[in-house]
T-cell receptor, first 111, second 116 residues
Framework: TQLLEQSPQFLSIQEGENLTVYCNSS?????LQWYRQEPGEGPVLLVT?????EVKKLKRLTFQFGDARKDSSLHITAAQPGDTGLYLC???????????FGKGTMLLVSP | DSGVTQTPKHLITATGQRVTLRCSPR?????VYWYQQSLDQGLQFLIQ???????AKGNILERFSAQQFPDLHSELNLSSLELGDSALYFC???????????????FGNGTRLTVT
């Protein structure tokens, strides 16, 4: 079983639409990170959340860490083709130090 | 550009062979992490080195080994290769050794290994 479950696995939308992707676990995390990976490249960090209930905004992207620090969501407003990529959540379990990744959500935004 | 350099970009080899993947971390970063990415498993943590010493171990097979040299570059050695070892192998670096809790990882662009 995967420590971090991401949903949906694949999302295809039109430019201008809004979307939310989810990252869920039964474990508690001391911090959770979101990365975006484009074809042929490594993941690039978007944000780190560390406090339960924390909300962070990065332009049109809004990240939320669940109150219990077991889940997170990423909301994109008015998606653009440049948002296309694999969105990965990754967490450090409480008491551990290594970063565990979910399998990701592949987002395709068409013009 | 993350500042992390991985070579080679592509590697094609036969089953049973041995290969070495190389990683140069960002300038100043002391920790190096190795991850394997495949379609079915996603990104799987293999091993972490900090300033030359092994710091954490993940799902790394016994046929795989790694080391970090005094100049902080790292090598991942894969031996007795099997078809299932075909994957993208990523190296990442971070400034500190305390893990990724407060220290984001900077990834290289990976080495694509194909075992035939």
């Amino acid at each position: 079983t995967q420590l971090l479950e991401q949903s949906p696995q694949f999302l295809s939308i039109q430019e201008g639409e809004n979307l939310t992707v989810y990252c869920n676990s039964s474990s508690v995390f001391s911090s959770l990170q979101w990365y975006r990976q484009e074809p042929g490249e490594g993941p690039v960090l978007l944000v780190t959340v560390v406090t339960g209930g924390e909300v962070k905004k990065l332009k049109r992207l809004t990240f939320q860490f669940g109150d219990a620090r077991k889940d997170s969501s990423l909301h994109i407003t008015a998606a653009q083709p440049g948002d296309t990529g694999l969105y990965l959540c990754a967490g450090v379990e409480s008491g551990y130090s290594t970063l565990t990744f979910g399998k990701g959500t592949m987002l395709l935004v068409s013009p | 550009d993350s500042g992390v350099t991985q070579t080679p970009k592509h590697l094609i080899t036969a089953t049973g062979q041995r290969v070495t993947l190389r990683c140069s971390p960002r300038s100043g970063d002391l920790s190096v992490y190795w991850y394997q990415q495949s379609l079915d498993q996603g990104l799987q943590f293999l091993i972490q080195y900090y300033n030359g010493e092994e710091r954490a171990k993940g799902n790394i097979l016994e046929r795989f080994s790694a080391q970090q040299f005094p100049d902080l570059h790292s090598e991942l050695n894969l031996s007795s290769l099997e078809l299932g070892d075909s994957a993208l192998y990523f190296c990442a670096s971070s400034p500190r050794g305390g893990g990724a809790r407060n220290s984001p990882l900077h990834f290289g662009n990976g080495t694509r290994l194909t075992v035939t």
